[in-house]
C-alpha cells in the first residue's frame, strides 16, 4: 500500500506539507494551483497531498468551472478533535487517580 492510499487522518496529518495544506485552507477554500503558489512543492505534489486528505476525510471538494476547489471537511476535522478530547480526558483521569491516591496514601 503507498502511502497515497493511506485513509487515516492521523498518518495524513502527520507530513508537514499536508498540515501546511490543512492550515491555509483553514483560511478560505482555494484551488491546486493557489495552493501550489503558496507552497514549496510542485503543483502534481499538491494534488497527491489533496487526495490523501481527501480520503482521510480531512478535505473535500467541488468544481469551479475548469478547477478544483478544496475547503476543509468539518465533519473529518471534528472526529479528529473529538479524539483529541477522549485522550486528554484519559490522561487528566489518569492524574486525578494518582493525585487522589497520594493524598490517601499521605493520610
Same mark, same amino acid.
Given at each position: ?21 490543512? $492550515? ?10 493557489? %495552493? ?36 476543509? $471537511?468539518?465533519?473529518? %476535522? ?5 479524539? %483529541? ?7 487528566? $483521569? ?7 491516591? $497520594? ?5
Amino acid at each position: 500500500m503507498t502511502a497515497y492510499q493511506e485513509a487515516d487522518a492521523w498518518v495524513a496529518m502527520a507530513d508537514r506539507t499536508r498540515r501546511s495544506i490543512v $492550515e491555509r485552507l483553514a483560511h478560505r477554500p482555494m484551488a491546486v494551483g493557489e %495552493l501550489a503558489r503558496e507552497l514549496p512543492v510542485s503543483r502534481p505534489a499538491v494534488s497527491q497531498h489533496l487526495k490523501v486528505l481527501k480520503r482521510a476525510g480531512l478535505v473535500c471538494d467541488r468544481a469551479d468551472g475548469t478547477r478544483r476547489v478544496y475547503q476543509l $471537511e468539518p465533519a473529518g %476535522l471534528a472526529a479528529m478533535r473529538d479524539e %483529541l478530547d477522549r485522550f486528554w480526558m484519559r490522561a487528566l $483521569e489518569g492524574f486525578q487517580r494518582i493525585v487522589e491516591e $497520594e493524598s490517601d496514601h499521605d493520610r
